[in-house]
């Protein structure tokens, strides 16, 4: 994982330093700039986020040619000595890496019998070290020819005023404009500084100076046609909120009226118009983490209102085993960011088998979206927080209309109706329940049907942000293991949203109150006075339409997991060994 930038001009620590702040989402585990001045490249590496490296850098006005790096520990301990930039064998050329070099072992035994000497124990150092002290296209090229993985690599050479780049499997963007020139991860790094950007394929290399982009592929130069930053992002501000995980939950309101409107418009509807017309036989849906979790969801939906067989996959699991698959079959791919690998390995998988392929995504430019047949946008605007809150809402109500689109009927109706519904509990039951589960190591969520899903998506969030082990089952499993696990010091969250499951969720309730467990109950439903005394807890949800009853369901939840994050005084937006984008399998 890991964001890297490169940058020529004036102000090159400050634009390099910015640049890293926002490609944060993708790993922070140590951050490290070097920028080449006078003749010489001064290095600053530091352990931990970017605003540790801020704080230790003086120079930032001045013209220079500099590279940056946030890291994303895969190979090798978080240490300075592994935080890039990498230097060559004779320190003359500097390098940053996104990705991992799966022959890297192999190399290094090489390099070590040739006693060339390393500092550190990452892949990335052995980039650099394949490296005498010249940088140009043919030496690049050389190098290239020996890794085997994936990589975005920017170099930095003490000769040249020019920097070098590579790409294959990591996602690459440069700007040229007025004098200046950036690589980055991540076209969001060129907000400020140019209108329009080109996309670095796999197998090209090249280099930018301040004025142009030169880009090669097999030794032959390719004309790379620019495209638009034409792309919204949303404000960094807080808007008064103390972190973006809490104003993202907020902002779930604002992904449903976002779908509302786009979804009404001409464009969209002709995409499922087509998606519609397509021959189809059965659905994948596939995802990682929340997004899997907004699939299933998404299988419950299809379920109910078409005939079709419909699947749900883990991505990371889905290419190893044997799956049914032809040209009938429309695989769809749900993922925020749509970098994330084991995603757009699952999409290669099924493009080899011919599919008819579908992204649900949350960046129109990812690579899912590009490699994708068809890309339904999902309008939550840019998500920072890694906990996704905003994204599983907007990606739910996407694969709710398309479930409706699939069976011929009406979406925006009951859209409109849930609009209205929407609510956001007050925040005084929920900061008492977190200061509970704050002192807890572990908890249980049970729940039936889809309240079972709400449940492994609620017990991810709380898992992810305060670091308790949050284990989430369907009710009526416990008494097939884990019940064995429950005594007086257990705490365990249920929600019940469906009419028909209220009588056996209950007993399921019963159950864990008859062996001392304590229970927090987020129902829509008036529980009786006859069980009122089961639960220690009760926290009312609003009813509205069934369908939506999860994404109801779902937003004290994700306050829940917030405000014990805060409660274990832990950073909700940045929790430890995570990061937004995971961008290796
Ligand atoms: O960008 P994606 O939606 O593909 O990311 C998938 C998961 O990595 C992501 O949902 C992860 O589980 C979140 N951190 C959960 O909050």
């Given at each position: 994982m890991c964001g890297i930038v490169g940058y020529i001009g004036e102000n090159v620590e400050k634009i390099l330093l910015e640049g890293l702040s926002i490609l944060e989402y993708r790993g922070y585990d140590s951050a490290g700039i070097?920028?080449?001045r006078n003749g010489k490249i001064e290095l600053n590496k530091r352990v931990g986020k970017v605003e540790v490296l801020k704080q230790s850098v003086k120079d930032k006005k001045k013209f220079g040619i500099g590279i940056a790096h946030t890291r994303w520990a895969t190979h090798g301990k978080v240490c300075i000595e592994n935080a890039h930039p990498q230097f060559s064998r004779g320190g003359d050329i500097a390098i940053v890496h996104n990705g991992i070099i799966e022959n890297y072992d192999i190399l290094k035994a090489n390099l070590i019998k040739d006693g060339v000497r390393f500092s550190g124990d990452t892949d990335s150092e052995v980039i650099a070290k394949l490296f005498e002290d010249k940088l140009n296209l043919k030496s690049l090229k050389v190098v290239l020819q020996k890794l085997e993985g994936s990589y975005a690599l920017v170099l930095l050479s003490k000769y040249q005023n020019k920097l070098y780049f590579a790409k294959n499997k990591s996602p690459l963007y440069v700007a040229v404009e007025n004098g200046r020139a950036m690589v980055a991860s991540d076209p969001s790094c060129f907000v400020n500084f140019s209108k329009k950007y080109f996309d670095i394929s796999d197998g090209e290399y090249g280099f930018i100076d301040k004025n142009s982009i030169n880009v090669y592929n097999k030794g032959i130069k390719v004309e790379k046609t620019s495209k638009s930053i034409n792309f919204k992002f949303s404000s960094q501000k807080m808007d008064g909120y103390s972190h973006y995980m809490i104003k993202e939950i907020y902002q779930c309101k604002d992904a449903l009226n976002n779908i509302i409107q786009n979804y009404n418009l001409k464009n969209i509807q002709s995409i499922l118009e087509h998606i519609k017309n397509c021959n189809i036989n059965r659905i994948y849906i596939i995802g990682c983490g929340t997004a899997y979790h907004a699939g299933l969801i998404g299988k419950n939906y299809l379920k109910n209102q078409t005939?079709?067989?419909?699947?749900?996959?883990?991505?990371?699991?889905?290419?190893?085993?044997?799956?049914?698959?032809?040209?009938?079959?429309?695989?769809?791919?749900?993922?925020?960011?749509?970098?994330?690998a084991d995603t757009i390995s699952a999409l290669k998988y099924c493009q080899k088998h011919n599919s008819i392929t579908l992204s649900i995504t949350n960046v129109e430019y990812s690579t899912l979206a590009k490699q994708s047949r068809f890309v339904l946008p999902i309008f939550a605007e840019q998500e920072r927080a890694v906990a996704s809150t905003k994204a599983y809402f907007a990606?739910?109500?996407?694969?709710?209309?398309?479930?409706?689109?699939?069976?011929?009927?009406?979406?925006?109706?009951?859209?409109?109706?849930?609009?209205?519904?929407?609510?956001?509990?007050s925040d005084d039951i929920i900061i008492k329940l977190s200061k509970i589960i704050s002192l807890k190591d572990q908890l249980f969520f049970i729940g039936r049907g889809i309240d079972y899903i709400t449940c492994q998506e609620g017990a991810l969030k709380l898992k992810e942000v305060s670091y308790i082990n949050c284990q989430a089952m369907p009710s009526g499993e416990l008494k097939h293991g884990t019940l064995a696990l429950i005594d007086n010091k257990s705490l365990v969250i249920t929600i019940i949203t469906d009419k028909k499951l209220l009588k056996k969720s209950i007993n399921n309730a019963c159950e864990?109150?008859?062996?001392?467990?304590?229970?927090?109950?987020?129902t829509c439903f008036k529980i009786s006075l006859d069980f009122k005394n089961v639960f220690d807890y009760i926290v009312?949800?609003?009813?509205?339409?069934?369908?939506?009853?999860?994404?109801?369901?779902?937003?004290?939840?994700?306050?829940?997991?917030?405000?014990t994050a805060l409660q274990k005084g832990n950073n909700p937006d940045m929790p430890r060994n995570l990061a937004k984008s995971v961008t290796v399998e």
């Amino acid at each position: 994982m890991c964001g890297i930038v490169g940058y020529i001009g004036e102000n090159v620590e400050k634009i390099l330093l910015e640049g890293l702040s926002i490609l944060e989402y993708r790993g922070y585990d140590s951050a490290g700039i070097a920028v080449l001045r006078n003749g010489k490249i001064e290095l600053n590496k530091r352990v931990g986020k970017v605003e540790v490296l801020k704080q230790s850098v003086k120079d930032k006005k001045k013209f220079g040619i500099g590279i940056a790096h946030t890291r994303w520990a895969t190979h090798g301990k978080v240490c300075i000595e592994n935080a890039h930039p990498q230097f060559s064998r004779g320190g003359d050329i500097a390098i940053v890496h996104n990705g991992i070099i799966e022959n890297y072992d192999i190399l290094k035994a090489n390099l070590i019998k040739d006693g060339v000497r390393f500092s550190g124990d990452t892949d990335s150092e052995v980039i650099a070290k394949l490296f005498e002290d010249k940088l140009n296209l043919k030496s690049l090229k050389v190098v290239l020819q020996k890794l085997e993985g994936s990589y975005a690599l920017v170099l930095l050479s003490k000769y040249q005023n020019k920097l070098y780049f590579a790409k294959n499997k990591s996602p690459l963007y440069v700007a040229v404009e007025n004098g200046r020139a950036m690589v980055a991860s991540d076209p969001s790094c060129f907000v400020n500084f140019s209108k329009k950007y080109f996309d670095i394929s796999d197998g090209e290399y090249g280099f930018i100076d301040k004025n142009s982009i030169n880009v090669y592929n097999k030794g032959i130069k390719v004309e790379k046609t620019s495209k638009s930053i034409n792309f919204k992002f949303s404000s960094q501000k807080m808007d008064g909120y103390s972190h973006y995980m809490i104003k993202e939950i907020y902002q779930c309101k604002d992904a449903l009226n976002n779908i509302i409107q786009n979804y009404n418009l001409k464009n969209i509807q002709s995409i499922l118009e087509h998606i519609k017309n397509c021959n189809i036989n059965r659905i994948y849906i596939i995802g990682c983490g929340t997004a899997y979790h907004a699939g299933l969801i998404g299988k419950n939906y299809l379920k109910n209102q078409t005939n079709f067989e419909v699947n749900c996959e883990l991505a990371s699991e889905f290419i190893y085993q044997n799956n049914l698959i032809d040209d009938k079959s429309l695989c769809i791919f749900i993922s925020q960011s749509g970098e994330t690998a084991d995603t757009i390995s699952a999409l290669k998988y099924c493009q080899k088998h011919n599919s008819i392929t579908l992204s649900i995504t949350n960046v129109e430019y990812s690579t899912l979206a590009k490699q994708s047949r068809f890309v339904l946008p999902i309008f939550a605007e840019q998500e920072r927080a890694v906990a996704s809150t905003k994204a599983y809402f907007a990606q739910v109500l996407v694969l709710y209309i398309l479930s409706k689109v699939l069976a011929k009927k009406e979406y925006i109706t009951t859209l409109k109706k849930f609009q209205k519904d929407l609510s956001f509990n007050s925040d005084d039951i929920i900061i008492k329940l977190s200061k509970i589960i704050s002192l807890k190591d572990q908890l249980f969520f049970i729940g039936r049907g889809i309240d079972y899903i709400t449940c492994q998506e609620g017990a991810l969030k709380l898992k992810e942000v305060s670091y308790i082990n949050c284990q989430a089952m369907p009710s009526g499993e416990l008494k097939h293991g884990t019940l064995a696990l429950i005594d007086n010091k257990s705490l365990v969250i249920t929600i019940i949203t469906d009419k028909k499951l209220l009588k056996k969720s209950i007993n399921n309730a019963c159950e864990i109150k008859s062996r001392g467990g304590k229970l927090i109950l987020f129902t829509c439903f008036k529980i009786s006075l006859d069980f009122k005394n089961v639960f220690d807890y009760i926290v009312k949800i609003k009813p509205t339409l069934d369908e939506f009853m999860c994404l109801q369901s779902i937003i004290p939840l994700q306050k829940l997991a917030y405000f014990t994050a805060l409660q274990k005084g832990n950073n909700p937006d940045m929790p430890r060994n995570l990061a937004k984008s995971v961008t290796v399998e």
